[in-house]
């Protein structure tokens, strides 16, 4: 699991903390005791915030599970992207790796 390394997802007018961050889209932790999406529901506005862009995007959930604190975590896929959106995600997600691996 990569650190989110400032990025923000807000949905319903409601921040969420970002746990993974993929190129075809992001994880996201709830609270304890909060009911997960459910998998399959499309939310049709998620405001992903990266250090220099604020994307509004389309996202499918795909899985469900809980983590070691029994917080629910639900995967989010981006879905109908628009190319500038696709760019953004995919020049930060190198950005990103490239961090990562020169750490080692």
């Known amino acids: 699991v990569m650190d989110s390394h400032g990025v923000k997802a807000r949905l ?3 921040r969420y903390d970002v746990i993974n961050f993929e190129k075809r889209g992001i994880s996201i932790r709830l609270l304890k005791g909060e009911k ?6 499309i939310l049709p506005s998620i ?6 862009h604020v994307l509004n ?3 499918k ?22 190319e500038e959106s696709t760019q953004l995600i995919s020049g930060f997600y190198q950005h990103l790796r490239k961090q990562m691996f020169s750490k080692r």
Do not use: A, Q, W, Y
Request: net charge negative; with cysteine; proline share 8%.
């Open 61 to 82: 959930v795909v899985h469900v599970s809980f983590d070691e604190k029994e917080c629910p975590v639900c995967g989010l896929k981006f879905i109908d992207m628009d």
């Open 36 to 41: 997960p999406f459910g998998i399959g529901n």
């Open 12 to 14: 319903g007018g409601r």
């Open 57 to 59: 995007l389309r996202g």
């Open 47 to 52: 405001e992903l915030t990266l250090p220099d």
